[in-house]
T-cell receptor
């Protein structure tokens, strides 16, 4: 298995622009998580899905953030409009029950 | 809300030294995972401990789960520069599938 695949690896965008981050989880994993990591706040859970259904989005910072999982092999995290404070590394992870997460390599987002 | 506290937050040692990092909570976890994250990459699972009192060894790394399944420790013997990274513990609780992550211990091993 190729693991959890995220794209792009790096994204630099101007404030106010829309940003879409993509994730392909491991086949057979029925949980998918979106995390944001910064030096100040560490690893923060934004939202997670179970069988493509959003279960808990309480970590999504604002309405500017949205996430979808149209099928078992694809998820997106969208920020519209983006702001400089959104700059961080965004990770996608997948797992089955048991807590053994497999993380992607992350998307480093810089909003200028 | 289940919280995991890791200590120390930062640790800088010389190659060859031993070290222990801790992961503590007031909550009981069904299992606990340790991850290592290197710069520019996502966290990678090192080990899962499930049974209270369980000890697992991975080469120079020794992981222990507390008897009450509320805490864990990671001991590294004869640390090497390749051990440098962010060590995260994560506890799997009653909410199936979702784990709680600690804030991590940043380890630097100087040659």
């Amino acid at each position: 298995d190729a693991g959890v695949i995220q794209s792009p690896r790096h994204e630099v965008t101007e404030m106010g622009q829309e940003v879409t981050l993509r994730c392909k989880p491991i086949s057979g994993h029925d949980y998918l998580f979106w995390y944001r990591q910064t030096m100040m706040r560490g690893l923060e859970l934004l939202i997670y899905f179970n069988n493509n259904v959003p279960i808990d989005d309480s970590g999504m910072p604002e309405d500017r953030f949205s996430a979808k999982m149209p099928n078992a092999s694809f998820s997106t995290l969208k920020i519209q409009p983006s702001e400089p404070r959104d700059s961080a590394v965004y990770f996608c992870a997948s797992t089955s029950v048991g807590g053994r997460y497999t993380f992607g390599s992350g998307t480093r987002l810089t909003v200028v | 809300t289940q919280l995991l506290e890791q200590s120390p937050q930062f640790l800088s040692i010389q190659e060859g030294e031993n070290l222990t990092v801790y992961c503590n909570s007031s909550s009981v976890f069904s299992s606990l995972q340790w991850y290592r994250q290197e710069p520019g990459e996502g966290p990678v699972l090192l080990v899962t401990v499930v049974t209270g009192g369980e000890v697992k060894k991975l080469k120079r790394l020794t992981f222990q789960f507390g008897d009450a399944r509320k805490d864990s420790s990671l001991h590294i013997t004869a640390a090497q520069p390749g051990d440098t990274g962010l060590y995260l513990c994560a506890g799997a609780g009653t909410n199936a599938g979702k784990s709680t992550f600690g804030d991590g211990t940043t380890l630097t091993v100087k040659p």
